[in-house]
Nanobody
């Protein structure tokens, strides 16, 4: 059974930083791309970042490019999202997700397994 467990969310002031982690189990981690998405109440889940199974070719939403960095440690079955220069509009529940393929996608439909989410709140 695949499990994805996120951690690292919290409350931070605008301009601050947070590092999210997501530990995966139950599936060969280094075979699948990983992604981060976020969602606020009343809105659709939004793509944030994704990374290939190998750890290459990261892709980012325009809204976070230059501020967020996705990375992974395949030896520890973990994917990270380093978030710098946070803005109030980054406030959301952040989800990590595991793809059905080794290559990345910005579509949530390409991800079969999801974590429970971690709340990130950025105060102004």
């Amino acid at each position: 059974q695949v499990q994805l467990v996120e951690s690292g969310g919290g409350l931070v002031q605008a301009g601050g930083s947070l590092r999210l982690s997501c530990v995966a189990s139950g599936r060969t981690f280094n075979r699948y791309a990983m992604g981060w998405f976020r969602q606020v109440p009343g809105k659709e889940r939004e793509f944030v970042a994704t990374i290939y199974a190998s750890g290459g070719s990261p892709m980012y939403a325009d809204s976070v490019k230059g501020r967020f960095t996705i990375s992974r440690d395949n030896a520890k079955n973990t994917v990270f999202l380093q978030m710098n220069s946070l803005k109030p509009e980054d406030t959301a529940v952040y989800y990590c997700a595991q793809s059905v393929a080794f290559y990345s996608s910005t579509s949530p439909n390409a991800y079969y397994y999801w974590g429970q989410g971690t709340q990130v709140t950025v105060s102004s």
